[in-house]
């Protein structure tokens, strides 16, 4: 097995672990930054038959340096410094250099009939563009929040929403990943404001900066929510209507579904007392059977395998879901959905499910 990922990752040490306890042989690994300063590395990793894995670049800050300032030759933009950590920057030239990086990869990958690609380029692409995902689970019948479509600043928000008749939406970064920059919005009839989020706003010689941090903030300064917005815009924003996410006592929660092979597999509620539930922000794992009733679990099970219908040649991938009074709606698909430690399904975690499903289909 080939990886391209990033060298002492997380995601690395599971999948090496779960190798080692299967008493399979490391997989090799070939890293985001060597790869993308020369591509015909790859060719020299490669063995014949092979299975290959692509995971996320973003552990490397170097490799999304290498990213982001291919984007920005492929946009004609100047080249722009490196983010410090944490910080939400010109995400949409960091995706322009991803994206040509998967079409190269595509074509790599085209030359190797006998490769086994876990998933494949194009999927991990239409999964990272937030939006296009989300039209693309909608085009193929799968139920997901209505889309009010691209923001381009926070005086067009008030349009869309005159436009709409709504006074509370969810303003999500085109190209964002881990809840990174979603705004939960909300109005009242007197014109007061409110913005749920994980963005830091940081002001500096007069620029707007925007840092992701753990600690929700809510922000209701009209100045404070009109930046945000900007600055979120401005890296390609989009707003989707309002979808209520049930309550297990103080806690609001929607589901991780884990889909392997194009089958659901494990779950996980994740649960948190602001609107993002993200595991990352310190939020907390639930138990979806004892959350969901028989209604609503055959509802999730019936609605993440047609979401995974929709990514054929996605042989992992994470689903995350509303499910309430009998419906469910797909929040978002993610390429890279599997890094949910300790949490198992049949007795094996996400990495020793996803080789036990490879050793079968060998």
């Known amino acids: 097995m080939l990886l391209l990922a990033t060298k002492g990752s997380k995601r690395v040490r599971l999948l090496q672990a779960a ?210 917005v900007d600055a979120l815009a401005a890296q390609e924003l989009y707003a989707e209507a309002w979808l209520a996410k049930p309550r297990c006592g103080d806690s609001h929660y929607d589901l991780r579904v884990v889909a392997i092979d194009g089958q659901p597999a494990h779950r996980v509620a994740r649960l948190g007392r602001q609107m993002m539930t993200n595991l990352h922000l310190d939020n907390q794992r639930g138990d979806v059977a004892t959350l969901l009733n028989q209604a609503d679990l055959a509802v999730l099970e019936a609605t993440a395998l047609q979401a995974a219908r929709a990514f054929p040649a996605s042989g992992v991938a994470g689903y995350d879901l509303v499910v309430r009074r009998g419906q469910a709606h797909v929040l978002e698909a993610n390429a890279f959905g599997d890094l949910l430690p300790g949490l198992l399904w049949q007795e094996r975690d996400t990495y020793a499910a996803q080789l036990h499903s490879l050793n079968r289909h060998a």
């Not at 995971?55 to 100047?78: F, S």
């Not at 010109?90 to 991803?98: E, R, T």
């Open 19 to 228: 190798r080692a306890q299967l008493d399979l042989p490391p997989a090799r690994l070939l890293e985001w930054r060597d790869w993308l300063a020369d591509p015909a590395l790859l060719d020299a990793a490669f063995g014949q038959p092979c299975r290959f894995k692509i995971e996320p670049p973003g552990d490397d800050p170097l490799a999304h340096l290498q990213l982001l300032r291919l984007g920005c030759q492929l946009l004609d933009r100047a080249p722009v410094r490196a983010p410090e950590h944490g910080e939400l920057l010109a995400m949409d030239a960091w995706f322009a250099g991803f994206a040509k990086a998967m079409e190269r990869l595509s074509i790599q990958l085209a030359a190797r009939p006998r490769a086994h690609v876990v998933n494949a380029p194009a999927e991990i692409t239409l999964m990272t563009d937030k939006l296009a995902c989300q039209r693309h689970l909608a085009e193929h019948g799968v139920p997901t929040p209505a889309l009010l479509g691209t923001v381009h600043g926070y005086d067009h928000l008030q349009s869309l929403l005159r436009q709409h008749g709504l006074d509370r939406v969810y303003l999500k970064p085109r190209y964002g990943s881990s809840g990174s920059g979603v705004v939960a919005y909300r109005r009242n009839k007197t014109g007061r404001q409110q913005a749920t989020t994980s963005a830091s706003i940081v002001h500096i010689h007069g620029e707007t900066r925007l840092f992701n941090v753990k600690r929700i903030a809510r922000h209701e300064s009209d100045a404070d929510i009109a930046a945000l």
